[in-house]
């Protein structure tokens, strides 16, 4: 049985496929994260959906301390391979196999300074999570719905930089998933400060659609 953990704003651990998956992990200076680096003990694969601090984060800190591979799109590994830290580059639309575990990559439209933003979808036997990373809203999340059947979506709501919580229940829509996991809310002023609006527009709209809202530090079982 595999697990998906919130660390606060984007940053979560997936253990899958006896695989220690960290995406986009921003611990130090996240005013959500629950965790510090030093409880960080053992990790197999670092993703960084792109380069900005609250994505990037402690990512290749924890890739020294660890040994994990950071896995980014390629201008992120060529940065941080030169800072020493093992790393698989790939670009968008591609799929990193790792024994059970399959990684692809998918678009997001969100700025950057290296590369482009994109998103994940991780996969092993009967478990799949999309990582939107940061986005707007785009027709395309159709595509990523009905090629990898994400049976849960990890969506942002909080408005300003990425989809609010109207454009994020427009994309479980076209995504069509089991479950959705709000993120990116409640750790900049700017943002939504809860997920509330999100989960009655979800009740409106596609009641289909189960809403987990976790806290901080919470996990979810996943079905391998």
């Known amino acids: 049985m595999g697990e998906i953990r919130w660390l606060g704003h984007s940053a979560f651990q997936i253990k899958m496929a006896n695989k220690t998956i960290l995406i986009d992990p921003w611990i130090k200076g996240n005013p959500t994260c629950p965790i510090s680096l030093d409880d960080i003990k053992q990790v197999d694969i670092v993703c960084?959906?792109?380069?900005?601090?609250?994505?990037?984060?402690?990512?290749?800190?924890?890739?020294?301390?660890?040994?994990?591979?950071?896995?980014?799109?390629?201008?992120?590994?060529?940065?941080?391979?030169?800072?020493?830290?093992?790393?698989?580059?790939?670009?968008?639309?591609?799929?990193?196999?790792?024994?059970?575990?399959?990684?692809?990559?998918?678009?997001?439209?969100?700025?950057?300074?290296?590369?482009?933003?994109?998103?994940?979808?991780?996969r092993?036997?009967?478990?799949?999570?999309?990582?939107?990373?940061?986005?707007?809203?785009?027709q395309d999340m159709q595509l990523v719905g009905r090629l990898y059947q994400p049976k849960i979506a990890l969506l942002p709501i909080g408005g300003h930089y990425t989809m609010g919580p109207r454009e994020a229940v427009e994309a479980a829509k076209l995504i069509k998933p089991e479950a959705v996991i709000p993120m990116h809310y409640a750790s900049f002023p700017v943002l939504e400060k809860d997920p509330e609006k999100f989960i009655q527009?979800?009740?409106?709209?596609?009641?289909?659609?189960?809403?987990?809202?976790l806290k901080p530090g919470e996990t979810h079982q996943l079905d391998e």
């Open 48 to 122: 960084v959906t792109h380069d900005h601090m609250d994505h990037m984060g402690d990512a290749i800190e924890i890739c020294r301390k660890t040994g994990a591979t950071l896995v980014g799109i390629h201008e992120i590994s060529v940065y941080a391979e030169e800072q020493g830290v093992n790393v698989v580059g790939m670009n968008i639309g591609g799929t990193l196999q790792v024994d059970d575990l399959a990684i692809t990559m998918v678009q997001a439209f969100h700025s950057c300074e290296r590369g482009f933003s994109a998103g994940f979808v991780v």
């Open 124 to 138: 092993a036997g009967k478990a799949s999570v999309y990582h939107a990373g940061d986005t707007g809203l785009f």
């Open 201 to 213: 527009l979800m009740r409106l709209e596609a009641p289909e659609i189960r809403v987990i809202a």
